[in-house]
């Protein structure tokens, strides 16, 4: 049996995002995630501890992250493990170098300078697993990885010892500046078992008979686009040559989108009482599945439902989400953000049959509401869309470094256009990131409508007032 702790994208040097100000953020870090890892790796007892590239931030590969990563390494070459990675677009210059402070057998690079390469691993003096390796030479590598690859299978007739694969790509983006392979491709190839990195969302893609492929995804959550749990993998090979993963809960943040329904909600206490329990519900799940590294849930709130409360909530749950304090076990739970996406309870087509101008914004709202491909809609979104840009472009908003809901991608930084915020824009990250167009038709008909009803809501009640 031979054990392995596998994890890659720790970016030593960064700081999660979207951690509320104010929220107790002590400890929390890559730097601190990656001890951690190093812990863990010992409590468990693994054999060698395996990186798939992006171990340490590119912005701050010097400053902060050299030397945590160096005691980290040190740290395990001490109790007899080994460290083997393979360097990725953040640290393609820092992991050669770190090479020169170590033996090869506390801390090794595989296939540097992009030129594949096996490293054999022995345990108790026969070898254990084979490892086909490639690390990034340059920051960006737009050709295919795998063109390279000239390694056959396994040597030696009597040895059970699975080749596994370890690179830093971006899988089945063909046209990625960040080492594009295919799922096929890498499947094609000897290694019964590929850990890749880049990717900082935790994924196992595994098919019967066929090479599993793992992005063990960053020890710890940064980003809300990377839900769910996050820590390294254990990757554990048997003496028969089998291979199984798991991953181990050691994230001591984790993002969750909750969708709050709010439905016939008829006062504001009762938006407040469902806002609450189902945060303490989602709370208590996580800590129950994520362990007790779990010290940050930071919830995406969004508020769903029919409810007479529909104009009341907004500016009521901000203020609510601000001093919200809710706690289990030694986690809390904060919210980052919150859309509030409720309906009032009128009847739009009973309004729209009247006359006057609730009577032609219901129309309105029910167009925006019904056949996409209705030309009216088309020529409105088409609209709403100049206006937006224009607003984008003025002078004023310069410093907010928009690109909001009609903005080129690519930007970095967090977007709002009247009211919408759109998510931290990276580049490079191995986050996914391409709000498609139809997203952004689709945010700006939200936006509408929302405007829509609440213009309606307000004079409807004018009405209701003057009556
Ligand atoms: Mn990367």
């Given at each position: 049996m031979f054990k392995i702790l596998c994890t890659g994208d720790l970016h030593i040097g960064r700081r999660p995002g979207h951690l509320p100000e104010g929220a107790d953020v002590e400890g929390i870090s890559c730097a601190q995630a990656w001890e951690d890892v190093v812990l863990h790796a010992q409590d468990a007892g693994v054999d060698l501890v395996v990186l798939t590239g992006d171990v340490v931030d590119r912005e701050n590969r010097y400053f902060e992250a050299f030397g945590p990563l160096e005691a980290g390494i040190r740290t395990l070459a001490q109790g007899g493990i080994r460290v083997v990675a393979v360097a990725g677009n953040h640290d393609f210059d820092v992991l050669p170098k770190l090479g020169?402070?170590?033996n090869p057998d506390e801390f090794r690079l595989v296939g540097a300078g992009g030129a594949w390469e096996r490293l054999t691993i022995h345990k108790e003096g026969k070898p254990a697993l084979h490892l086909d390796g490639w690390s990034f030479?340059?920051?960006?590598?737009?050709?295919?990885?795998?063109?390279?690859y000239r390694l056959g299978p396994a040597p030696g007739p009597a040895t059970d010892a699975p080749i596994l694969g370890l690179l830093h790509a971006d899988l089945d983006?063909?046209?990625?500046?960040?080492a594009p392979v295919t799922a096929a491709a890498l499947r094609g190839l000897p290694p019964r078992f590929w850990l890749l990195g880049h990717i900082h969302a935790p994924a196992l893609y595994e098919e019967p008979g066929r090479a599993s492929i793992l992005y063990p995804g960053s020890p710890l959550a940064m980003s809300p686009k990377e839900p769910g749990i996050h820590g390294p993998w254990i990757i554990e090979v048997s003496d028969t040559g089998r291979v199984e993963a798991w991953q181990v809960p050691l994230s001591r943040v984790r993002y969750e989108a909750i969708v709050i329904d709010v439905e016939g909600a008829q006062t504001v206490d009762e938006v407040d009482r469902r806002f609450t329990e189902n945060i303490l519900a989602h709370l208590q799940d996580a800590v129950a599945k994520g362990g007790?590294?779990?010290?940050h849930l930071v919830c995406r709130v969004r508020l769903v439902g029919r409810t007479p409360m529909h104009r009341r909530i907004e500016t009521r749950l901000e203020e609510r989400a601000r001093q919200l304090q809710l706690s289990y076990g030694r986690a809390i739970a904060v919210v980052d953000r919150i859309s509030v996406e409720t309906r009032p309870e009128r009847n739009l087509g009973e309004i729209a049959y009247g006359s006057g101008p609730p009577a032609v914004l219901a129309r309105l709202l029910l167009m925006l509401g019904g056949d996409p491909s209705d030309p009216e809609q088309e020529r409105l979104l088409r609209k709403a869309r100049e206006i937006l840009r224009e607003v984008q472009g003025a002078a004023h908003y310069r410093e907010l470094k928009t690109g909001g809901v009609v903005g080129a991608p690519g930007d970095e930084g967090i977007r709002r256009v009247g009211g919408l915020a759109e998510d931290e824009v990276v580049t490079g990250e191995g986050t996914r990131e391409d709000a498609g167009e139809d997203e952004r038709e689709a945010k700006i008909l939200a936006l509408l409508e929302r405007q829509g009803l609440l213009l309606l809501d307000e004079l409807l009640a004018q009405k209701e007032e003057a009556s």
């Open positions: 020169q402070s170590f030479p340059t920051e960006h590598y737009e050709a295919d990885p795998l063109a390279g983006q063909l046209r990625s500046p960040y007790e590294a779990l010290t």
